[in-house]
């Protein structure tokens, strides 16, 4: 669909990781750090006591984290032992979803001055390379001995294995920056297209070219018409929500310096280039389609009407004045395709293709509670192995068809789609194969996700994936009981298990569960999630909550 001119690269991977390299040539910055420490989880409900982002990762032969270090990291002349030689670029961990470059530099710049900061936001991680060593070692040092807190959280520090991060271009110099910018956008509840990144971009810099792309969750390419377009676009929109509460911007210079659209349709568009005609789909002669181009009801960019957002973040390095960015962009607002069963939009889905005695209403919930919340369940007397799904709106209707329509659960293959239904009527209620009822209402259970923005907001929608992440643990259980837990529900048990180090105080723990296979991960999820955990003494059980990692494996 879209190329990016760039030494041979076709896009660009997790801020500016290439696809592939040769061997012989240095590997890029983010893969050093990916040898050096383990991918912090992302993600977690606000019901959980322990942040993802407060565990450390396991010590390897490379690195050893700077809370680990003053626990245990001591030589027999009372000084820590590093087993990372001091470099003046500092590995950050534990972040905050909501963190920008700001952050950083409001909270280190006091261990001496800052000359660059590169984010990795689905890692929840950053390198921030200061002017020297002595900085560096302050800033390690410190976090040894007392917690250093970013944008409210507890961070981690340790040496990085590079002495100096790569930048796309001369990015000290800002008269000789880069173009084109990186878009990371977290937690994607509504649909990401080129109408949509032109409307944020454009109102702050002309923007001439837009390429997305899929690979670690969804991010952008856009091509601003100068490098103070970028700059200050950079500096408006870091950090800002395209939507209130989700589809936040993370962003970085890309490593091209320009793109190369080969057809304008959602997901690339060349704006020099306006009649940029679309490939067809196949050779030969195409038959004319039957109602024309679109729906009468789909608007022309797949949107509603504009509806004004949050404000543009203030807290940006560079500080913009009245005339170069409004104080509110308007951005239109998503409305859901219907094009997935021919019906209008609704906010009913019907699944197909259930198990008869291993699903009933509550492993539905389990599971499509993740993409939305549930108002109601019921099962089809007339239609064995089908229910209706009632979610709070179409977004979460279409979100579930996304991710879990053809996946394999218990044998079978789902067949998730839109209902022609709006609404689950509780009639013909009758008794499931496993003595549970066919209809059951969900609508004031606590372990729905998204009842408010900001608990919404704390969740990533993610795929299907063979590790879990677990969360709202009492710090008591342990792998053992947990396996246990496995085979009591007649579920395949993990092969391997992380725990995170959360602070002392906390009342609860989490940490990742990676099982043979996505089927096999999808299953215990589907059985195990909102499990009542109790444990001795204890006035009231711990409600165990999974959600899918954006790990791939552990």
């Given amino acids: 669909m879209s190329t990016v001119e760039a030494g041979g690269q076709r896009d660009e991977g997790e801020y500016g990781r290439a696809a592939k390299r040769p061997k012989m040539e240095e590997p890029p910055l983010e893969e050093k750090e990916d040898r050096a ?20 990762a396991e010590t390897d032969s490379r690195a050893r984290w700077s809370g680990r270090q003053f626990r245990s990291g001591q030589k027999d002349n009372g000084k820590d032992s590093h087993l990372i ?54 800033c390690v040092s410190c976090g040894a001995k007392e917690p250093v807190y970013i944008a409210g959280q507890q961070a981690y520090f340790n040496y990085s294995t590079s002495k100096r991060i790569t930048r796309p271009t001369n990015a000290d110099n800002p008269n000789s920056g880069n173009k084109v910018l990186l878009l990371s956008i977290q937690n994607p509840l509504y649909p990401i297209t080129t109408d949509v990144l032109y409307t944020v971009c454009n109102p702050i810099g002309s923007v001439l070219r837009i390429v997305i792309f899929k690979r670690n969750g969804i991010q952008a390419m856009v091509e601003f018409e100068s ?13 800002a929500d395209i939507y209130a509460g989700c589809c936040t911007l993370k962003i970085e210079y ?28 196949g050779k030969g002669r195409q038959k004319q389609a039957i109602l024309g181009e679109h729906p009468s009801s789909y608007a022309d960019n797949g949107y509603g009407l504009a509806c004004p957002l949050l404000p543009l973040t203030t807290n940006s390095r560079y500080k913009l004045s009245s005339v170069d960015v409004p104080d509110m962009v308007s951005y239109p ?40 919340n549930i108002e109601k369940v019921k099962f089809m007397k007339s239609v064995p192995g089908t229910a209706l799904v009632e979610m ?30 709006h609404a689950v009527i509780p009639s013909q209620v009758f008794e499931l194969e496993d003595g549970s009822s066919s209809y059951k209402d969900f609508a004031m259970t606590r372990n729905n996700r998204f009842s408010s923005a900001g608990q919404a907001s704390k969740n990533i929608i993610q795929a299907p994936s063979a590790v879990l992440h677990y ?84």
């Avoid at 800052?114 to 950053?126: D, E, H, N, S, T």
């Avoid at 690339?268 to 789909?281: G, I």
Wanted: aromatic content about 8%.
């Fill in 37 to 56: 420490e383990h991918e912090l989880e992302e993600g977690e409900d606000s019901d959980s006591g322990s942040l993802p982002g407060n565990g450390e």
């Fill in 85 to 138: 030689s001091p470099s003046p670029v500092v590995h950050v961990r534990g972040l905050c979803e909501a963190v920008v470059e700001a952050d950083l530099i409001d909270a280190l710049k006091k261990f001496g001055p800052i000359c660059y900061v590169m984010m990795m936001p689905f890692k929840r991680q950053a390198l921030v390379e200061f002017s020297s060593v002595e900085s560096a070692d302050r």
């Fill in 227 to 239: 490098v103070q377009c970028a700059q200050k676009a950079k500096a408006a929109l870091n950090g």
């Fill in 254 to 281: 890309a490593r091209p310096t320009r793109l190369n659209v080969i057809k304008n349709d959602n997901e690339s568009w060349d704006y020099t280039k306006p009649y940029l005609v679309r490939r067809e789909r």
């Fill in 333 to 372: 607002l998503p409305q859901s395709s219907p094009s997935y069963s021919g019906h209008a939009p609704s906010s009913v889905a019907m699944v197909s293709g259930l198990h008869p005695s291993k699903m009933n209403c509550m492993r539905i919930f389990n599971l499509f509670c993740l993409y939305g």
């Fill in 392 to 421: 709070g709106d179409e977004y979460a209707v279409d979100r579930a068809i996304t991710h879990l329509n053809s996946i394999k659960l218990f044998g079978k293959r789902l067949n998730v789609c839109v209902s022609k239904q």
């Fill in 471 to 554: 969360y709202n643990v009492p710090p008591c259980i342990s792998q053992d009981q947990l396996l246990k837990l496995c085979r009591e529900h007649d579920v395949p048990g993990f092969i391997k298990f992380k725990m995170f180090d959360g602070k002392l105080s906390s009342k609860t723990v989490s940490g990742l569960l990676e099982f043979d296979s996505k089927t096999e991960a999808v299953e215990a999820l589907t059985v195990l999630n909102h499990y009542q955990i109790r444990i001795p003494n204890g006035s009231n059980p711990y409600t165990l909550k999974l959600c899918f990692s954006t790990s791939s494996h552990l």
